[in-house]
């Protein structure tokens, strides 16, 4: 009940209350970092994107107009910038380091449900790696419908808002990169009958 | 998000468990996240103002290539006007042509396939037009109220040499004729409102001022249309064929209206023939109406078939006359036995009356047996229907308690239920429930995550909590939450199923 909603704050930001800024960007920083981290797979150009993200938002704060929901503002923004970040890279990322930090924050949930199993936790270690080499290789298309959808769990209407697509295509989106991860896997000899 | 023993095997659900587990953010101190967001407040405050294009182009909608699955779709739309347009042109030949629209034609030129060859018709009917109007009195235009269709199609056929074999050839053609010319009559009042220079106009004005010699010049002419429309492609073929083409097209239906009359009566005979035998063939049979009712397949596959009579045989074992019951509880081996020839089967089946309805896998020739008729009410094709496919009509005296695995087979009666809950069902169960989830972590600056165990009975059995909730020690209220979900049965030992809980 304390909490003021997300569109509160903006209109209270637009102001120039810094402080109800401040709460937005703390109530979301996170999952836009989460965002822009799956998209580009880089931390440090993950953490600019986010703070890009929002200073975009700050100036663009008369922009909003209300019809849609802050954070589905901010995740469209966040989710150009991420793109505009990997396309003027020069060279393609391919390759998933061991100590991905993708990588570890899975095994870390891993952990934290079922326990330490040194041999179940290394075996997962490798299908989370190999997921996470499945993810890097699908498209830009379906790796950041599929990281909105089935990584951040947004719902396809909140998606298609981002994405503005219809639902119908985030669904087939999420439907093809499943496929192709599913795919990927049993490649890698993960698929279903061999664990 | 851990991959259960019972879905491991489960790729998809893996995939599903992973991708949640991957929402992690990636591990950082509290006091680092407060210290990024002052920076990014002072970082929002202290930057330069982006010029508006830039802002623009960050809240535009993300400029994402389409898939090559999803292109396809989306080229749908653009399909779409083609296709319409096709439609409407397409419309337009069919139609009487009385609501034919100004720009039929340049529609019609825009479109490929089909219009491009109607385009490239035009220079054939107007010289076609031309040359009828200038030969005006020698020849004969006229076009019949009934046979509208005959001016386009008819005309190059007046040209040719009158047929003098036209009698026999017009007895042989209604059938057809309604189907050849009514687009070409569409075509032609379509074209005469649409100004057209396709030549159909000036027909149409011949047709007016034709005089009566003319008209019956083309009652002469008008079963050569018919043919003409009758070798296919009717108006497509007529239209772009040129002078010499036309003659030689009639040249041809002369020589083919003698061989058309003379098989349209071989063909007449040999049906009615056809029918005679059937009717003589039918007859003795006749008895019993069911002896009828079973015969219709074997004379429809096979007219002269002796099997005919045995089929008939078959009811005779029982006492009274056939009835429909006992026609429903054969039908998976009635159709076999006819058309395999094997009525020996089919005889053996009516002599096991009185036994104890059997399942419908009873029936299989391994039992030797076709099934026997169940003794439901004689004559009720509803309940025999119901009996045939292994319905709750099976409830008979004895056969109650078997006649419903029969329909599952091995399955033992599981045959409704599946192997796990749909994803819609899951959702939905979720869906329910996930207001008291989110009310716990109301506030939460973060998400949190819950894995939901269903048993088979659909009930929760076990929920995981992680993330923002099992820091702060909501995890009680949102597993206390999430086990009220509950979903329809199915058949697997249990069924884990991750969802993430936003504030």
Known sequence: ?195 | MSLSPENKNDPSTKVDTLLASLGAVPAREDHAWEASAEAIVKAAQSAPRASEETLAALFAAPTLSPEPGEATRTNEAPTRPTASAGEKSMSQDSNSGSSAKPESAPMSGLTSGPMSAATSKRPSLKELAARASQAGAATKQSVPPGALSAPVVGKPLSEAPPAPAEKPARTSTPSVAPTAPSPVAAKGSDSGKSKEDSGIVDLNAINKAATAKQIADAEKAKPATHDLGDEGEGEKNAVAASDNKVKSLAEAREKKKGGGATWGIVVAVVGIAAAAAIMLKGKPPAPSPTANVGQDKPAVEAPAQPEAPKLAEAPKPTSTALSLDSLPSEPADAPKSAVGGDPGKLAAAPQATGTTPEPAPAATPANGAAPVPTPGKVGDLNSAMAQAVGGAGDKGSDGTEEAVPAAGGKSGGNQNIPEQPSQGSVASAIGAVMGGAKACVAGADDVSRAQVTFSSSGAVSNVSVTGWAAAHGKSGCVQAALKGAKTGPFSKPSFTVGTTIRP
């Not at chain 1, 769990?153 to 496929?179: F, I, N, Y």
Request: aromatic content about 6%; overall charge neutral; glycine content about 8%.
């Open chain 1, 1 to 195: 009940m304390g909490k003021p909603t997300d569109r509160e704050l903006v209109e209270q930001a637009r102001t120039g209350n810094a402080q109800a800024f401040g709460t937005i960007v703390e109530r979301y920083q996170k999952r836009i970092f989460r965002l822009a981290y799956h998209i580009v797979r880089s931390g440090a150009e993950a953490e600019d994107v986010t703070q890009e993200t929002f200073v975009r938002a700050y100036q663009a704060l008369d922009r909003f107009d209300g019809r849609s929901e802050p954070f589905t503002w901010l995740y469209r923004i966040a989710v150009n910038l991420s793109l505009n970040t990997i396309r003027s890279r020069k060279t393609r990322r391919d390759a998933v380091p061991a100590d991905d930090p993708r990588v570890e924050g899975l095994l870390l949930e891993q952990r934290s449900s079922q326990g330490a199993d040194p041999a179940r936790i290394a075996q997962e270690r490798q299908i989370a790696k190999a997921l996470c080499e499945g993810i890097d290789a699908l498209s830009d298309t379906l790796r950041t419908t599929l990281v909105l959808v089935c990584i951040d769990g947004m719902g396809h209407e909140e998606a298609a808002k981002v994405l503005d697509c219809p639902e119908g295509t985030v669904a087939w989106r999420v439907h093809e990169a499943r496929r192709k991860l599913r795919e990927h896997l049993d490649k890698q000899g993960f698929g279903g009958d061999t664990q």
